[in-house]
């Protein structure tokens, strides 16, 4: 540090601050620092800087290794979470070695650890972790924790009896379990329970233990023994893949096998699974960070069975049912997953997808609409979901279970009244505030925020800050800014451009929506609105966006700072060839916390003559493993399963969380007098005068003028 100081021509303390990332320097010495470290081959020492940190937040993980897929998920899970929260962590392999493990303890210790996270292969550990720090035990249901110890387990006891009660509905005699060492605690618990349950109903049971280097061996001689078992379970999909690979290569008959696996939304189809879900499990560690459960044991509930009784669908009769929407990621995913719904049910799906304007017209002008289901945006719904969809009501028993898998949040705004309910919710969304955390958090771009400003560089909390930042990163007004401009604005056709805009109506005014005949759209709410969303027009792209996709895309190519978007885009961010900010991207709530309610709704038209099959398409839809599987591929669900999975919430992070979003969010509902307008058409009518309006085509006062007056000449219409 004397060194750069010296070179830089800068004092001892500045090097200091500059290197710690303290914000109180200046920009031109921020520079002079990093040159001179640069041409003196200086590196910071992780370690060192630690160790003058008065509390070290870092967590230790002892686990045999990460070959195996099951620790592999946990440990990519458990990392990303801890780096969410700001932990360091370090990863110490046993290989399932006792004599490794006390190694990795000490080694674990060297760090001064706040937790050790440890799989341990120990029959009885507490006395080896007799450390100062806490420990929690993880899949050890042999542990009675210390004080200062956790467990978090599977319950293998109740695991072994699903395995027998399947085995035993299938009249299997012989079975036999590869696995791990049969002392490693995990397969010694579940042998155990499950010998003791098989060999009262004369069912034998064989432990075949196989290190995983010498897997392929213990295969062979399971393929080789006489007589041949009925059937196979393995303690890992790894195993089971060798087994059907030997007895292929053998010319075996393979008999059935059943494996253990981790939880997945998408999983191998050709061997059934029993799933643990480690994510889940990896997520408790945050509970013991935080002092919840130390001293006791927490034992989670298995997913179960997978891939093991398939539905067997009534093809006696030819069933099709056609669905139209408007092209949307969901759609797009429910075309693929189409085979999937033929296999469950028998029936065959159309789609038939049309652009947003093109199906409003459709359904807003025919008399007769020849579709089963109807997928209709949210603000579509007062105008055309009582009369183009059937009632619910008298049919809600059977989708008693869909609504209770809805997230209640979302229940509540798209399902206020089951007994009146046309339509339910196919893919909701909302807006959310997409930022670059990487600029945000980076010291000289804050502390040249600072200097323009005088202010500290934080996620807007206003429409005011959010112009003052976009400004701030657009290069047109700041040359030495990352990006080219602050922010994205999609206002390419007029029921976007509402879209776009409402929010910061909503900042300014309680009540958005009076009653029909009070409206004034030439309110400050709305001309100073105007006024500021022009503002931001010259810190956005000039290139017109005309769909969220476009926005979303943009900001993904880096072009911009910031961008506000609905979320049933947003999975461009994280695809490789669409992106060049993946794992850099920050989110927040819209500025003023005044998000838009977006996506759509699904009913049964009153043309449908198969209204039974839909009411099975919809109940497919809202399974949790189709829910899943359309919001892993890119789409949206409202079943709350989705926002629980880890692996999705891995995937998509805005996701985690969502139900803040959703209790903010907000669209005009429906007022009940008949002198109330659509939402759909006033959406249009103000969308135009934004349009207008930024387009530079007619001056705020002209464009909300217009608006107004063809506003009120709708309204005497209605008269």
């Known amino acids: 540090m004397h060194d750069i100081a010296k070179l830089a021509g800068v004092s001892h303390g500045t090097v200091s601050n500059v290197i710690n990332q303290k914000g109180n320097v200046s920009i031109e010495k921020i520079r002079l620092v990093e040159e001179a470290a640069r041409q003196l081959g200086y590196n910071k020492n992780a370690q060192a800087q630690k160790l003058r940190k008065d509390s070290v937040k870092h967590v230790a993980v002892i686990m045999p290794d990460l070959t195996k897929e099951t620790y592999h998920q946990f440990y990519t899970t458990l990392i990303q979470l801890l780096e969410e929260r700001n932990y360091d962590s370090s990863l110490h392999l046993s290989k399932n070695v006792p004599e490794k493990e006390q190694e990795c303890i000490q080694q674990a210790m060297s760090n001064r650890p706040e937790l050790i996270v440890a799989f341990s292969c120990l029959s009885a550990p507490q006395e080896a972790y007799k450390v100062n ?4 035990f993880m899949n050890h249901p042999f542990v009675d924790p210390q004080p200062n110890q956790a467990v978090v ?3 293998y006891a109740a695991i072994a009896s699903l395995f027998a009660e399947k085995l035993l509905s299938r009249g299997y005699k012989s079975a036999v ?6 002392n490693t605690p995990v397969e010694h618990a579940f042998f155990a329970a499950l010998q003791n349950l098989l060999e009262t109903q004369g069912v034998a049971l064989s432990n075949f233990s196989y290190d995983s280097r010498l897997s392929g061996s ?25 087994l059907k690979r030997i007895h292929e290569m053998m010319s075996r008959q393979l008999p059935p096998i059943m494996t253990f696996a981790p939880s997945e939304v998408i999983p191998s189809l050709d061997i059934p699974r029993f799933e643990l879900d480690y994510r889940k499990m990896a997520r408790r560690v945050l509970d013991v960070l935080a002092g919840d459960g130390l001293g006791e044991s927490q034992m989670i509930p298995a997913n179960g069975f997978r891939n093991l009784d398939y539905p067997v669908p009534d093809l006696s009769t030819e069933k099709e049912i056609t669905l139209a929407t408007i092209v949307s990621p969901t759609s797009d995913i429910l075309s693929v997953l189409a085979p999937l719904l033929y296999k469950a049910t028998g029936i065959k799906l159309k789609i038939v997808a049309l652009p947003h304007e093109e199906l409003y017209g459709m359904l807003s002008s025919a008399h007769t609409v020849p579709f089963d289901l109807i997928r209709m945006d949210m603000v579509w719904l007062s105008r055309l979901e009582k009369e183009l969809c059937i009632p619910l009501g008298p049919r809600m028993d059977e989708l008693s279970g869909a609504i209770r898998s809805f997230l209640p949040e979302i229940r509540h705004v798209y399902c206020p009244s089951p007994d009146e309910q046309y339509t339910l919710p196919f893919d909701p969304s909302i807006q959310m505030l997409f930022y670059r955390k990487d600029l945000f958090e980076n010291t000289t771009i804050r502390r040249m925020f600072y200097e323009m400003t005088h202010e500290q560089l934080a996620v807007p909390s206003s429409f005011a800050e959010y112009n003052k930042i976009a400004a701030f990163f657009t290069q047109s007004l700041n040359p ?3 990006t080219k401009f602050g922010t994205t604005m999609t206002y390419g056709s007029a029921s976007v451009a509402a879209c776009d805009f409402l929010p910061r109506v909503k900042e300014r005014a309680e009540e958005v929506y009076p009653a029909a005949e009070n409206m004034d759209l030439l309110s400050p709410a709305f001309s100073e609105s105007l006024q500021e969303y022009l503002e931001t027009k010259t810190y956005s792209d000039p290139q017109i966006s005309y ?7 943009a900001f993904a190519h880096g072009k911009s700072a910031m961008t506000i978007v609905f979320i049933n885009h947003a999975s461009k961010i994280i695809n490789n060839r669409f992106s060049g900010v993946l794992n850099r991207v920050g989110t927040a709530p819209t500025p003023g916390e005044t998000p838009l309610l977006g996506g759509g709704c699904i009913g049964i038209s009153k043309q449908s003559k198969h209204v039974d099959w839909c009411m099975e398409f919809l109940n497919w839809i809202y399974s949790s493993e189709i829910a899943n599987l359309i919001t892993l ?12 999975n880890e692996e999705i919430l891995e995937l998509y992070p805005w996701l985690r969380g969502i139900e803040r979003h959703f209790k903010t969010g907000w669209r005009r509902k429906p007022l009940g007098p008949s002198l109330d307008m659509n939402e759909n058409r006033f959406e249009r009518i103000l969308g135009m005068a934004v349009r207008n309006a930024a387009l530079g085509i007619m001056s ?16 005497s219409h209605l008269n």
């Open 133 to 136: 720090t806490n420990v929690l």
């Open 153 to 155: 387990s599977f319950d």
């Open 700 to 715: 705020i006062p002209d464009a909300l003028s217009a608006a107004q007056q063809q506003y009120e000449r709708e309204l």
């Open 480 to 482: 030495n800014s990352p």
């Open 547 to 553: 769909w969220w996709g476009d926005s979303l895309e």
């Open 177 to 182: 379990y590869f696995a791990e060492s049969e």
């Open 218 to 242: 213990g295969a062979i001689e399971i393929a080789s023994h006489e007589p041949a078992f009925d059937v196979m379970i393995t303690s890992d999909t790894e195993r089971a893949v060798k």
């Open 633 to 644: 591929l890119g789409g949206l669900s409202p079943c709350a399963s989705v926002f629980e």
